[in-house]
């Protein structure tokens, strides 16, 4: 049974209750973790799993707010000699400031017995790990960033990542049984880089998912309204909160199952 945990719904902006990007799709005993805003190893832990133990890390770009718990992250594993290769997974572009860490801290990348497995990925890329069968293509960002979608045998997942309005982003959303859709820009004031909730309302209309959970709201948007504008689109949708877990058919969030 495949769930999806929100580790992080929040922004670079600090706030007390969400932390920056970050979730999970759990499948059994697999994980597959995309970004680690600051603070997502712990929200794991407390969520009932190791993240010493995970399958694997995919990255969407090389901003803070969504890779922010690397070091700490990469750091337990050198501790705790996780045994075997950790895939990495990362846009392309973000190679040099993953040199620069390896540079920095190269006992991070590469400890007895185990080590990372970079693997950069194309604009537009294809790749398996584990049970995760995994696309990703380019967004509309500031810097090189990968939306991704995720598909296993009873679901379909896609998170945009950090994006304004893009075709190649709705294409990889169409039709999943969750999107997990960034709501960083405002309508008053659009962005190019980010999706206003009447870009993201656009975009469900369009690409059909399920249901929708919206995050990367700033806490200086009116959220309420935000909603509202995004639920015209006529689907299921609600604001993801940390902690909260997604599975098919469920009709609200729940705790996170245990594994078997
Ligand atoms: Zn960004």
């Known amino acids: 049974m495949t ?28 994980v597959l973790v995309l970004d680690c805003g600051a603070g997502a190893s712990r929200r794991l832990v407390a969520m009932g799993r190791d993240p010493v133990q995970i399958t694997a890390l995919a990255l969407s770009h090389e ?3 969504h890779c922010g718990d690397l070091l700490a992250w990469l750091f337990a594993c050198r501790v705790q000699r996780r045994p075997g290769r950790l895939p990495l997974l990362h846009p392309e572009g973000m190679s040099r400031a993953l040199d620069a860490l390896c540079v920095g801290w190269p006992s991070l990348f590469e400890w007895p017995g185990g080590g990372v497995d970079r693997m950069p990925l194309a604009s537009e890329h294809q790749i398996v790990v584990g049970s995760f069968n995994i696309s990703a293509t380019s967004t509309a960002h500031s810097v090189d960033t990968r939306a991704y979608r995720v598909q296993l045998p009873d679901a379909s997942v896609a998170y945009t990542a950090d994006t304004g ?3 190649a982003v709705t294409l990889l959303a169409n039709g999943v049984d969750l999107l997990l859709v960034e709501c960083g820009g405002s309508d008053v ?7 206003g909730p009447s870009d993201v309302a656009r975009l469900l209309s369009a690409a059909r998912p399920a249901e929708a959970w919206v995050t990367h709201i700033p ?8 909603i509202a504008e995004i639920a015209k689109a006529g689907l299921r949708i609600r604001r993801a909160e940390d902690g909260d877990v997604w599975r ?11 594994p078997d």
């Open 165 to 167: 309005p893009s075709d």
């Open 3 to 30: 769930e999806v945990w929100v580790l992080g719904s929040g922004t670079p902006w600090p706030e007390g209750g969400r932390g920056p990007s970050s979730f999970a799709v759990v499948h059994g005993m697999e």
């Open 248 to 258: 098919r058919g469920w009709t609200s969030a729940a705790s996170p199952s245990t």
């Open 63 to 65: 901003h803070p707010d």
């Open 189 to 195: 004031d659009p962005h190019p880089w980010h999706l």
């Open 219 to 226: 806490p200086h948007a009116d959220a309420t309204a935000a």
